[in-house]
């Protein structure tokens, strides 16, 4: 829901991309920046009480983080690789911040709210493994009511008023994203299930890539290499493509 946003934040943060691109700072820096920031934020902040503090940390090197695909939009240096480390750093900042919060309810005393933090962490995970492997085997499934946008939202806000002292806040938030992570981790196996599952009409077979001609004057088969074609002239699956991230234009986001 909180993607909708997105171009309005992309244009705002435009004149900063711009300046950061006349720099010798990369995408990746910030990538990696963001998830250090969080991360520490989280593990250092929560555990000790520091709720309000860390909340705010959390969310501004969070914001940071947006920075990234914008610029690498700017310099012109989007792809795979950024994709994934962008993807799979998320998964240690987003983990961070539950990790923390579990630690610090579980040192207050709270154990239910530890365990619903916890499964938070776990349903969050498995939320964004779901759309992963659904694009893996050729399914969009970036659907849900709480995807990663949304999640973040939740728990920094729940986290941050409680940190002020407005009582029944976090307990409110938690249970909310529990439930919520829960309905859309089954959102998105189902949608796979309707488009691969048993009974779903069956996926149009890729065409292998015509064999290269063989020497001039040769009667028998190709025998050359190429794109879906072995070193013996089978016709066989060629190098996999990257999966780009429909959430962002610039392949670089997967805000699962």
Known sequence: MLNALRPL???????????????????????????????AGAL?????????????????????????????????????????????????????????????LARDHQPVLAGVSLFCLVAGLMVSYARARAEGV???????????????VIVL?????????????????????AVASTVTFVQRVLVVRKAVGPGAAPQPAARPAAAPAGPAGAGGPATGTGPGVTGNGVPGAGPAAAIRDPG???ARKDKA
């Open 9 to 39: 934040f992309a244009r705002l943060l435009r004149p900063v991309g711009e300046a950061l691109a006349r720099t010798p700072i990369t995408p990746n820096m910030i990538t990696v920046t963001g998830t250090v920031g969080v991360a």
């Open 44 to 104: 250092w902040l929560f555990p000790t009480g520091h709720l309000f503090a860390g909340a705010l940390v959390c969310w501004a090197f969070a914001m940071a983080d947006m920075l990234d695909g914008l610029l690498a939009r700017v310099k012109g240096t989007s792809g795979a690789w950024g994709a994934f480390l962008d993807s799979t750093l998320d998964r240690i900042g987003d983990s961070s911040v539950f990790a923390g919060l579990t630690i610090y």
């Open 138 to 152: 050729g399914v969009r499934a970036d659907v849900g009511v709480a995807e990663r946008s949304e999640r973040l």
């Open 157 to 177: 806000v729940a986290v941050g008023l409680t940190g002020l002292g407005v009582p029944f806040v976090l307990a409110i938030g938690l249970w909310l994203l």
């Open 248 to 250: 962002d234009s610039g």
